[in-house]
């Protein structure tokens, strides 16, 4: 039995581009997604002097794209952290920044130092909730890429 394919050239071709078709809507998708994400992450992010927020970052690649807060200190404000020092100055520095303890910084900055080092600091996961908050957005853009590739085939 011989089975002949009318247009088999063009057949093959549009079968080889599928795959290049795909990676465009992909891409797309995880391009909206880590944006939305990003966005939301800046809404979420607690604000002392807004260098968190200005360091929450997106890069692509070929099918991958992330999302990071690059600061210094972004994991232990997400995670939260073990009992530990911070130097006074540090803390006076924030209180300012924050407009907290204006009659006496250094007694509220010594106040929370000692809170640090017997308890830690509490998390405040931003990034999780930015996730959590832009789920069903990012599942819609990966719906979309899907039903375009359907199209294309």
């Known amino acids: 039995m011989k089975i002949v394919i009318k247009n088999e050239k063009e057949l093959m071709a549009g079968l080889k581009a599928v795959p ?3 990676r465009i809507e992909i891409n ?3 391009k909206k997604s ?3 994400l990003q966005r939301e992450a800046m809404i979420q992010a607690p604000v002392a002097s807004g260098k ?3 360091h929450i970052n997106t890069r692509f690649g070929e099918l991958i794209g992330t999302v990071m807060a690059s600061t210094d200190y972004s994991a232990s404000i997400e995670y939260g ?3 530990h020092y911070v130097p006074t100055r540090a803390l006076v520095n924030w209180a300012t920044t924050k ?3 204006r009659n006496n910084r250094y007694a509220f900055a010594k106040a929370v130092q000692r809170k640090i080092a017997q308890r830690g600091t509490k998390a405040n996961p931003f990034m999780g909730r930015a996730v959590a908050r832009t789920d069903r957005k990012v599942q819609q ?3 979309i890429a899907g039903n375009n590739i359907a199209k294309k085939i």
């Open 34 to 36: 880590a944006i939305t």
């Open 141 to 143: 853009f990966f719906n």
């Open 99 to 101: 407009g907290i303890g």
């Open 52 to 54: 968190l927020r200005g």
């Open 28 to 30: 797309n998708a995880i």
């Open 20 to 22: 290049a078709k795909a």
């Open 81 to 83: 952290t073990k009992p």
